[in-house]
């Protein structure tokens, strides 16, 4: 089969391609290369393109056109919550306006199957009893740009699923995190874990944003999953595309299984031999106590499961974060 992978040179995008490569698929990746490296694709095929500049469109179509494209998984986004807050329109432009001209160079090409890379930031602060696991179900009510961003995505594909056919399956990832291979490892630190080990390898220590939240030991509880986890996910998502005629499906990606801010912390004081002695800092604004995926849906569908737990995702990035 061949793919598109937008964002392929990325963190999840990188993983994504290497599971494709390693199944025998052909790559094409598309990617702007502003956080993407092009030393993690391998052999596939890298156009390198601004899905947000109105030249894209053509560009990506011609891509789609010469390597005889079968299926596009979108995963290029900009991703960063605080940053979305005060850049609110340039993440519209980059994360909603690269979105319709790829979908445009898709109607273009003919390419009618898609798989995009969704966010629980969807949810925002979901109104639910605490503790309850969050299902698709749950009315989506994001509180920053990105989460608005992702969101208004998903109707924008749903929609061209209603106009011209296109089948699309929508992946809400949870917090995702570790690496399938150490070269593989996440550039950015923007989340906890990689925050946690840049502070500890640098003779510091690790803020917790409050401890004073309604959960079991006061810290947020969050669902991690691993980036390889995550990466399988997405084949699957394709395979079903291929097998069924669904327009349109949404799915979480997660464990169904939380970890406070404190049980990470831990896990790291064991992955790594390092003494964590964290320091409590005030709460950070727009942080829900807990966020853990319902997974049945992805389960019972996509027959797809999460296999790794907190100590193999902080052990995987203690490996890449040393490489
Ligand atoms: N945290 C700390 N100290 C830090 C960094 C984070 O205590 O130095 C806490 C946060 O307050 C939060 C938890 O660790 O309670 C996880 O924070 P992250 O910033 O790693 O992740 P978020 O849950 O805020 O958001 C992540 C992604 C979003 C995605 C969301 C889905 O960044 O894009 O998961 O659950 F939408």
Request: glycine share 10%; charged share 20%.
């Amino acid at each position: 089969m061949s793919v598109l992978v937008t964002g392929g040179a990325g963190y999840i995008g990188s993983h994504v391609v290497r599971l494709l490569q390693e199944r025998g698929d052909q790559v094409v990746v598309v990617d702007d290369l502003s956080t993407g490296e092009r030393d993690r694709i391998g052999e596939a095929s890298l156009a390198v393109i601004d899905l947000a500049r109105d030249d894209s469109v053509e560009k990506l179509a011609a891509a789609m056109g010469e390597h005889g494209v079968q299926s596009v998984i979108h995963i290029a986004a900009k991703k960063q919550v605080g940053e979305s807050v005060k850049r609110p329109a340039w993440y519209y432009h980059q994360n909603v306006g690269g979105t319709a001209n790829l979908l445009q160079a898709m109607e273009q090409a003919g390419v009618s199957k898609m798989m995009f890379s969704s966010s629980a930031a969807t949810y925002g602060m979901p109104d639910v009893p605490e503790g309850t696991l969050l299902d698709e179900d749950v009315t989506p009510s994001p509180i920053n740009p990105y989460g608005e961003s992702k969101l208004a995505c998903e109707w924008m594909i749903r929609a061209a699923g209603t106009a011209y056919g296109l089948r699309s399956v929508n992946l809400r990832y949870f917090n995702v995190a570790g690496a399938g291979w150490p070269d593989l490892g996440d550039p950015g630190v923007f989340n906890l874990i990689p925050i946690a080990l840049q502070a500890l390898t640098s003779g510091r220590q690790p803020s917790v944003f409050g401890n004073d939240y309604p959960t079991p030991d006061g810290t947020c509880i969050r669902d991690y999953v691993h980036v390889l986890d995550l990466a399988d996910a997405h084949l699957a998502a394709l395979d079903y595309l291929d097998r069924d005629d669904q327009p349109y499906d949404v799915f979480n990606v997660g464990t169904g299984h939380g970890a406070s801010v404190t049980k990470v912390l831990d896990q790291i004081a064991g992955s790594t031999s390092l003494e964590v002695t964290p320091t409590v800092a005030e709460r950070r604004p727009g942080d829900p106590a807990t966020l853990v995926a319902d997974v049945s849906r992805i389960e019972s569908t996509l027959g797809w499961k999460a296999t790794n737990d907190l100590a193999a995702i902080v052990d995987s990035a203690w490996r890449a974060w040393q490489h």
